[in-house]
């Protein structure tokens, strides 16, 4: 799916072409090649990455084999990577994480979709205007249950580093991001509520989360929290994201993917931001239209486009990559130590994690 999607983007840009596609599932390696206008399909992982013809590399692969990839494409040759997100998912692998950010941060950029969505983008330019400071920052997403991937991987946490590392990271980068600080410590109350108990893959029940809170103390004092429900398919906004300070409120309100909206029910709302001043005045709201091209492209409200726009300038040596391997790092940081919190029933020090 997100190999699609980032083929369909960067056809989309100026002086970009798809060239060499691999994936050892053959038929998804043809339907790839097939949509990028003919591209060669690498016998192997090797030999793509050995390609000399190619100036970067997209990974999207499993989660799991991301830091094997990177090591292997970093051991063959110096290239710009845009990797997706989770950076890792093993705890275990954190030297190896390390001597890749030690030696390859200015030519790895963590795929973080969410930074580029043009609402999220219009809340993060005005919030300071609105709340002169985000004390209370929430993100809320209620949507559809994990999508069905090749071999189930994503249906067990030894693969995916559980649903804090593999499907809120970016939410984690999120807060980040918006506040401008750093994690200090972090409750959780989550787990497996109401998905895939019914499913059996060699035997085995699937243990991935599909529901909880999290909430994470800054060191500038802000909190934020995430409310994540996989369950709430019939959602009219699939995230609502919320930052409050001490002159007033700003919300930006996103629907979830195009494709998947039951437009039996009529059009899909557009994606709205509301500004709430403390004082008694009216509010504002106002849509923020995407580009209906670029609606068709993916399932993120133009962001991979965007994303794929600046880590152009990267591959032309213009710039440094703006999700760096730190970002990634942390962001996964982050989901472990939620994932601990929640398990473990306590509150976790992010301390407690190398960093």
């Not at 083929?7 to 100026?14: E, F």
């Not at 692969?61 to 094997?68: A, G, I, T």
């Not at 703006?322 to 994932?339: C, F, K, N, T």
Request: charged share 25%.
């Amino acid at each position: 799916m997100m190999g699609i999607e980032h083929i369909k983007n960067i056809a989309l840009l100026d002086g970009a072409e798809v060239n060499a596609v691999f994936d050892p599932v053959s038929t998804l390696a043809a339907e790839a090649a097939n949509l990028a206008g003919g591209a060669h399909i690498a016998p192997t992982f090797d030999a793509m990455i050995e390609d000399e013809t190619l100036d970067a590399l997209v990974i999207v692969s499993p989660n799991f084999l991301h830091v094997d990839q990177l090591e292997a494409i970093y051991n063959a040759r110096s290239i710009p990577v845009l990797c997706e997100k989770p950076l890792f998912t093993d705890p275990n692998d954190e030297a190896r994480v390390q001597n890749l950010i030690q030696t390859c941060s200015e030519r790895i950029w963590v795929a973080m979709e969410y930074r580029y969505m043009p609402p999220i983008k219009a809340l993060r330019e005005e919030a300071y205007g609105v709340t002169d400071k985000i004390e209370l920052l929430t993100i809320r997403e209620h949507r559809f249950p994990f999508l069905e991937k090749i071999g189930d991987w994503n249906r067990f946490n030894e693969n995916t580093g559980g649903t804090m590392v593999e499907k809120c990271c970016h939410f984690f980068d999120l807060m980040r991001l918006l506040l401008g600080a750093e994690p200090v410590r972090v409750s959780a109350s989550a787990g497996q509520i109401a998905n895939h108990l019914d499913e059996k893959y060699d035997g085995r029940t699937p243990d991935i989360w599909d529901g909880g809170y999290v909430i994470f103390d800054f060191d500038n004092g802000a909190r934020a929290m995430l409310e994540l429900c996989m369950f709430a398919d019939g959602s009219k906004w699939q995230e609502e994201i919320t930052a409050i300070g001490r002159k007033g409120k700003i919300e930006c309100r996103l629907p979830g993917p195009h494709r998947f909206w039951p437009h039996n029910i009529g059009p899909q709302p557009e994606p709205e931001v509301s500004i709430h001043p403390r004082h008694p005045i009216n509010p504002t709201t106002r849509t923020i239209k995407i580009d209906e091209t670029l609606l068709k492209a993916g399932d993120h409200h133009g962001s991979t486009f965007y994303q794929h726009q600046r880590f152009l300038e990267v591959v032309r040596g213009i710039t440094k990559p703006e999700v760096s391997l730190s970002d990634g790092h942390i962001a996964v940081i982050m989901g472990l130590a939620a994932q601990r919190a929640a398990s473990e029933k306590r509150v976790v020090e992010l301390s407690e994690f190398k960093q």
